[in-house]
């Protein structure tokens, strides 16, 4: 009835006035964040030798323990079969290859890399990020598989009862602009997270988790993994995929993950030195944003509504995020000295994008140990107007909770600059 009366502006106020008024009003912004430069013996770090020595190795270890869950070291044999391959897709620009990578002998384990490389006669720099959808929605192209998968999506005509139907085909494609980044000259490969873990609570065992069970153990303890720390596995045995591809350029690999999955690209990019530049789309708390500002979503609205994303030590610092031993400009850091790019939408008041403006920018202070240049200062940018040209960048695009071509479009630049 609303909307019948309001139109156009008015409509987009009303929005964002609802979205504002799901959030606190008032960032907290009396709060003390953890020292990057000061290991938690009280060691000052002065030298990039010194913060990879001492510092990173421990704060690495923390967001194992207290926030995501330790990702298990053992290495399991991989095996990868070429499903379906074609040489002349997008009116002959690009290649599009299927590959399934399995995690286990009896080929009960394995996920689906859809894979879109430029035809450009030599190896090509790709974006690898995982999708919501599943690998067929990200494009209307019919020679993508689609999914036999679960989905959260449930109802309607292109996810019935959970499940995928042809109607997915291409509904999440204004995400991945797969024609603009093969006209940049850059592969994109993309597997739907449910292949990994199912995004549900009760799902931990439907997914791959239990291929590393110790002695009857039925799930992981309270400081291993949750199901963030399982797809951000996914995206590392992908990228062990990327590393045997010819037509790859393996050195310039970008992780790129929206919303939960941008908590995802974080995570994996710093655990894996091998992706070359990390993106976070809208990641939100948990993600790029600083949890002590308890502005928007906080640890306990996190925790409650998605119980199975972290670990269950977690769970301990519900209403207590100044005494968390971490906080999320230290998730950045780890990247160092490699590049990283958090954008932020201006409607996703929920993901806080000052705290993840604010995250970026406190990160610089390891760059700067590298020689290298972050974010000008602590004001956010207005909207449309990214900053860093340094190895730190960011955006504040005008609209919602999304990743659009607007992103891709900066990401695409940033990575001109820092990957080419
Ligand atoms: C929301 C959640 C956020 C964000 C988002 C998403 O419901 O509160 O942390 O991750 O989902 O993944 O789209």
Redesign the pocket.
Known sequence: MLSKIITGTALSIAVAFASAAQTKEIPDTSYQLPPLLMTRSGKAIHTAADWEKWRRPEILAMFGQYVYGKTPAKKIPLHFVTISINPAVLNGAATRKQVRVYFSKDEKYYMDILLYLPNINKPAPVFLGLNFGGNQAIHADTGILISKRWFRYGEGAAYTDHYATEASRGTQSADWPVEEIIKRGYGLATIYYGDLQPDSSNSVNAGIAPLFYKNGQTKPAPGEWGAIGVWAWGLSRAMDYLETDPAVDAKKVAVIG??????TALWAGAQDKRFAFVISND?????AAITRRKYG?TIT??NK??PHWFCDNYKAYNDREDELPVDFHELIALIAPRPVYVASASEDQ??DPTGEYLSAWHAGEVYKLYGLTGLPGPVPPPVSRPVGNGSIGYHLREGG?AMRLYDWQQYLDFADRVLR
Do not use: N
């Open positions: 929206h919303s939960r999955l941008g908590k990641s939100g708390e948990g993600g979503e609205k996190i509504a998605f929920w993901a909770h």
